[in-house]
């Protein structure tokens, strides 16, 4: 029977002079969070979701803004185009904080990660438990605050800390369960960082959506204690109407005096009533959204509609005119 001898042939020797083969370099071994930021950033990264966020948080914050005065920004009519233009004062102060807090987060992770690397298994697995229990802290603290924002009427620091303490607690649970997962730990699956994950990416969420209701509410009062940045209108219409402010002045059309014997044919004019005073806060819909000229506790928002009245705008001149000549 003859014997296989390539079975237990011994490599040849390589040729003289040639360089010899370099080790392959050991993996480096990652605690998983650059995986995690890859994993998030793949949620922000189509266009198309891009522009659906930015119009969500336009419309939160716009909406807040005529909620102040007392319209739905619903029966305005205003286009995705105006909601999405709308956005990036209400997301500028949120977007810089999360970058921000990323760079951060990166800087500090690389060294936990090489002092993870060279620690001991004792404290290695203290630092890992006070970095989980204390995210697991934050969260059940989140949750007790979000079922008493109910309970909590008129106390507005409810509606953001309870999503920064979800958000907070869901990132430093699932950093904790990664990084076990890296070190080669087992008991902790996969499922359950992913969910924490997805927990941190709502918190964050709900925490900028209100921070967009706040931004078009302090735009709305600011807009409200100055008013006359906005157009001024004279408003002219066929019936008569109770505006409810007393900064709000009515003059009445074609009257013609009792004493006079030619009015007995006369016709009614078409527009009977003039008011001055009013703003033009928006339009759409085929209707005029008109406020004061100064707002108070007792203004209203007058809204009328293009075909029943006549309008006439008198828009401010520029406050820093070119140099003429």
């Known amino acids: 029977m003859t014997r296989d001898e390539s079975a237990t ?5 390589a040729p003289a002079g040639a360089p010899a083969e370099e080790p392959a370099a ?7 969070f650059e995986k995690w930021m890859g994993f998030l950033s ?40 105006e909601f999405v233009m709308r956005s990036p004062g209400a997301l500028f102060v949120p977007v810089m904080i999360l970058l921000l807090l990323a760079a951060g987060l990166i800087v500090g992770h690389r060294r936990l990660r090489r002092y993870l690397e060279g620690a ?19 969260l059940l603290a989140g949750l007790a605050l979000a079922f008493l924002i109910p309970v909590l009427v008129g106390r507005d620091y409810a ?14 649970a699932a950093y904790a369960a990664s990084t076990v997962r890296a070190l080669g730990g087992s008991g902790i699956g996969r499922s359950v960082v992913v969910l924490l994950v997805l ?17 078009g509410r302090g735009q709305a009062r600011s807009l409200a204690a100055d008013l006359r940045t906005l157009p001024a209108v004279v408003l002219d219409t066929k019936e008569l109407i109770y505006p409810g402010n007393a900064a709000i002045e009515l003059r009445e059309l074609g009257e013609p ?15 009977g009533y003039r008011y001055f005073g009013l703003r033009l806060l928006a339009q759409g819909g085929g209707r005029l959204y008109l406020v004061p000229d100064e707002w108070s ?19 401010l001149p520029d406050a820093d005119p070119p140099n003429e000549g």
């Open 42 to 81: 793949s949620f922000v990264a189509p266009l198309t979701l891009v522009t659906a966020l930015l119009f969500y948080f336009g419309y939160v914050s716009t909406r807040e803004f005529f909620r102040y005065f007392g319209i739905d920004v619903d029966i305005i009519g205003l286009s995705s185009q």
């Open 199 to 215: 927990v941190l990416v709502a918190g964050t969420f709900w925490s900028t959506a209100t921070l967009a209701q706040w931004w």
């Open 297 to 315: 506790a007792d203004a209203s928002t007058i809204v009328v509609p293009y075909d029943d009245v006549r309008v006439r705008f008198r828009f």
């Open 9 to 13: 042939a011994e490599p040849a020797p």
């Open 120 to 138: 001991d298994p004792a404290p290695r697995r203290r630092l890992i438990a006070i970095i989980a229990w204390t995210g697991i802290g934050l």
């Open 26 to 32: 050991p993996r480096e071994r990652g605690l998983g």
């Open 159 to 172: 509606q953001l800390l309870a999503p920064l303490l979800l958000a907070l607690g869901a990132g430093l």
């Open 257 to 271: 005096p009792p004493s006079d014997p030619a009015a007995e044919g006369a016709t009614s004019p078409t527009f």
